[in-house]
């Protein structure tokens, strides 16, 4: 695809020259492994985005947080402006008030108010929690807002969080309890509740869950007493909600990209035509998303050996004339989601940098803000929204894998993508079952979340935005669509390898017939490509299927091909019925395959996943599935661009 217009969604700069989509992805890719390189973060209430904060979240024992010692003048300030106004006896909600519906009540006893707020809030079974790397960025994402000097909370208050992140011990949190509004209360009172050694505090120490007032202990930090405000202004904002939808986030971006590469190759398996992704096409529809995934599968294509033209058709047997929808319209489903993926992460870029807490301490202004920045309506909205878009990217690789498997659809591949004799060989015909399966989850977790909302709190959070229980349940959408992702990459690396079993089948064919034939026969290339010469045997074999006649038998080859004058060719489907060919076609395959061959190469030389092993496929696909899981295949998916950004 020329890059000289590049409507919308591609780049205009000659830096800038990949799909925005992309460039976003392998921009987070680079800020996560800048962190790892510099093993530290700085954080001053501006600067997190996706990238770095997943980085720190996922590698708290290697990464060190520090914080900007600029940002503390504010700080100070700010708890200066909140003093200031309480010796007024001026009312301030949280301070000198009650909580929430009980806003009405005069607490006398200010740091016991905040300890009231703890102990009312110690309500979560704690059995089901989130995981460590969620509890680190909850903390992460609390330090980062409480530094920008709005909330009225000490610097000693945000050193010890920052202090305990660097030793490794954060707070345990409840799963289950929040509504996102007024903030994640009950999940991140249990990081106030850690800080002041409450007994009933649970903390992450070295993988293990322990009592708060010992993991303390353990790395000699004391517990803190909470001023006036403190208490609350930990508990108050959408830190957790805020946490977990980055961290899926972050992984969603590389499933998108999985999945243009997955289409890409499923183009390839079932010799289908790059034309599907011609500029012309895209460029008289410009949606930025449809224009940048269009131009990433006509990239990816290029140079590929079983990309199929159109003029091949002509003089053959009848086909359809376009491929099936779910490759030629690759572009046009997956670019709305992209543009959907793209607008997620920008709204989280900016929850992470905001002050989400109330009130507000305004000391440059000497004003005390009441507010509501703890609802969490875009952690919600786009976290429903993410979800719906990974259904869309669960769908069209499960509408791809179907064709992959059906002998009907998939353009001369064997039944189920089995090489072995199909009556006693099934191939992935369990996995096509276990795709359905993963597809009827991810369908019912599309579901929107917001709309769910119940008053709470004597119907003071009479709104409430649900954007933990959001992103809790896209987390669970992430997980299903790597499984699928993993199973549908083992069987496009399968269907790859067939057609080079074809190539190898079809070239001994053509050989043995060179002699007696006396022609020249261009064998250099797969049997789909255009403008090549075969013997009419060759043509009926390509139209019947090469494995349809490998395992047909004898007397149905004669009969219906008319050879029984080419006395090799039983020795031929011998040696390909005993599977002695399988390695040999594997090592061909990325050299014939387009600018996907780096993936084929990793799954077979990189995870060591075999061809045609057909006892073992469980282990296997989870070997990709933990690739893709630990974010081992992110640098390979990224490299794949190098020369499309050159």
């Known amino acids: 695809m020329e890059n000289a217009s590049k409507p919308n969604g591609v780049g205009n700069s000659t830096q800038d020259d990949l799909p925005l989509h992309t460039q976003q992805t392998i921009a987070m890719h680079n800020e996560y492994e800048d962190v790892l390189r510099l093993k530290k973060v700085i954080i001053s209430g501006k600067c997190l985005t996706v990238g770095t904060f997943t980085a720190v979240s996922r590698n708290m024992s290697c990464v060190k947080v520090i914080l900007d010692s600029s940002c503390k003048p504010g700080v100070d300030e700010s708890v200066k402006c909140l003093q200031k106004h309480m010796n007024t006896h001026e009312i301030i909600y949280g301070v000198n008030t009650g909580f929430g519906a009980s806003g009405d009540e005069r607490p006398q006893d200010l740091k016991q108010n905040q300890v009231a707020i703890l102990n009312h809030l110690n309500v979560?079974?704690?059995?089901?929690?989130?995981?460590?790397?969620?509890?680190?960025?909850?903390?992460?994402?609390?330090?980062?807002?409480?530094?920008?000097?709005?909330?009225?909370?000490?610097?000693?208050?945000?050193?010890?969080?920052?202090?305990?992140?660097?030793?490794?011990?954060?707070?345990v949190l409840p799963s289950r309890g929040s509504v996102t509004a007024s903030g994640d209360l009950i999940p991140l009172s249990c990081?106030?509740?850690?800080?002041?050694?409450?007994?009933?505090?649970?903390?992450?120490?070295?993988?293990?869950?322990?009592?708060?007032?010992?993991?303390?202990?353990?790395?000699?930090?004391?517990?803190?007493?909470?001023?006036?405000?403190?208490?609350?202004?930990?508990?108050?904002?959408?830190?957790?909600?805020?946490?977990?939808?980055?961290?899926?986030?972050?992984?969603?971006?590389?499933?998108?990209?999985?999945?243009?590469?997955?289409?890409?190759?499923?183009?390839?398996?079932?010799?289908?035509?790059?034309?599907?992704?011609?500029?012309i096409i895209h460029k008289t529809k410009p949606h930025p998303g449809q224009v940048g995934v269009a131009y990433n599968l006509h990239y990816l294509l290029q140079g590929s050996d079983y990309c199929q033209d159109m003029e091949w058709m002509e003089g053959r047997k009848p086909k359809l004339r376009q491929d099936r929808y779910s490759t030629r319209a690759a572009a046009q489903w997956l670019g709305p989601h992209v543009e959907t993926l793209k607008h997620v992460t920008d709204s989280i870029n900016i929850e992470l940098n905001s002050v989400t807490d109330n009130p507000l301490i305004d000391y440059k202004n000497d004003e005390i803000l009441h507010g509501a920045n703890f609802m969490g309506c875009s952690m919600s909205q786009g976290m429903d929204h993410l979800r719906l878009s990974l259904q869309a990217v669960g769908?069209?690789?499960?509408?791809?894998?179907?064709?992959?498997?059906?002998?009907?659809?998939?353009?001369?591949?064997?039944?189920?993508?089995?090489?072995?004799?199909?009556?006693?060989?099934?191939?992935?015909?369990?996995?096509?079952?276990?795709?359905?399966?993963?597809?009827?989850?991810?369908?019912?977790?599309?579901?929107?979340?917001?709309?769910?909302?119940?008053?709470?709190?004597?119907?003071?959070?009479?709104?409430?935005?649900?954007?933990?229980?959001?992103?809790?349940?896209?987390?669970?959408?992430?997980?299903?669509?790597?499984?699928?992702?993993?199973?549908?990459?083992?069987?496009?690396?399968?269907?790859?390898?067939?057609?080079?079993?074809?190539?190898?089948?079809?070239?001994?064919?053509e050989e043995s017939q060179k002699s007696s034939l006396n022609t020249n026969i261009?064998?250099?290339?797969?049997?789909?490509?255009?403008?090549?010469?075969?013997?009419?045997?060759?043509?009926?074999?390509?139209?019947?299927?090469?494995?349809?006649?490998?395992?047909?038998?004898?007397?149905?080859?004669?009969?219906?091909?008319?050879?029984?004058?080419?006395?090799?060719?039983?020795?031929?489907?011998?040696?390909?019925?005993?599977?002695?060919?399988?390695?040999?076609?594997?090592?061909?395959?990325?050299?014939?395959?387009?600018n996907t061959r780096a993936v084929h190469v990793f799954v077979r030389d990189t995870l060591k996943v075999p061809f045609a092993d057909y006892t073992n496929h469980s282990s296997h696909i989870e070997k990709i599935y933990e690739s893709i899981k630990t974010g081992r295949i992110n640098s390979v998916l990224c490299s794949l661009h190098d020369e499309n950004e050159k």
């Not at 994402?141 to 909330?151: L, P």
């Not at 800080?195 to 009592?211: E, I, N, P, Q």
């Not at 119907?459 to 669509?481: C, F, H, K, P």
Request: proline share 2%.
């Open 124 to 171: 979560a079974i704690r059995s089901h929690f989130l995981g460590c790397e969620i509890s680190c960025g909850a903390v992460l994402a609390r330090i980062n807002s409480n530094i920008s000097g709005y909330s009225g909370l000490r610097w000693t208050v945000i050193e010890m969080m920052s202090r305990l992140l660097n030793k490794g011990i954060t707070p």
């Open 191 to 279: 990081i106030a509740s850690l800080l002041a050694g409450k007994h009933f505090s649970l903390a992450w120490k070295d993988g293990d869950v322990v009592d708060g007032i010992s993991a303390l202990k353990s790395v000699n930090e004391q517990p803190i007493v909470l001023e006036a405000k403190e208490g609350l202004a930990i508990v108050n904002g959408t830190s957790v909600a805020t946490a977990l939808a980055a961290l899926v986030t972050y992984d969603s971006h590389f499933l998108f990209m999985l999945s243009e590469i997955c289409t890409a190759l499923t183009v390839e398996a079932l010799n289908g035509s790059q034309e599907n992704f011609h500029e």
């Open 395 to 509: 769908r069209l690789a499960f509408a791809q894998f179907t064709k992959l498997v059906n002998k009907y659809y998939n353009n001369g591949l064997p039944p189920n993508l089995t090489t072995d004799d199909p009556s006693v060989e099934y191939g992935l015909k369990g996995l096509d079952t276990a795709m359905a399966s993963y597809m009827s989850e991810l369908q019912f977790l599309a579901n929107p979340v917001q709309n769910c909302m119940n008053s709470a709190e004597c119907d003071n959070q009479d709104l409430n935005s649900l954007g933990l229980i959001s992103a809790r349940y896209t987390t669970t959408a992430v997980e299903i669509v790597g499984q699928m992702l993993a199973s549908h990459l083992y069987a496009l690396c399968t269907a790859v390898d067939i057609r080079s079993l074809e190539t190898l089948f079809i070239t001994q064919v």
């Open 522 to 594: 261009d064998v250099s290339h797969p049997p789909r490509a255009k403008n090549l010469k075969y013997s009419k045997m060759t043509n009926d074999i390509i139209e019947h299927g090469v494995f349809n006649v490998i395992w047909a038998g004898d007397d149905y080859f004669k009969n219906s091909l008319h050879t029984s004058d080419f006395q090799k060719f039983d020795e031929i489907v011998a040696d390909f019925r005993s599977l002695k060919f399988h390695h040999t076609a594997q090592e061909t395959t990325a050299g014939r395959l387009g």
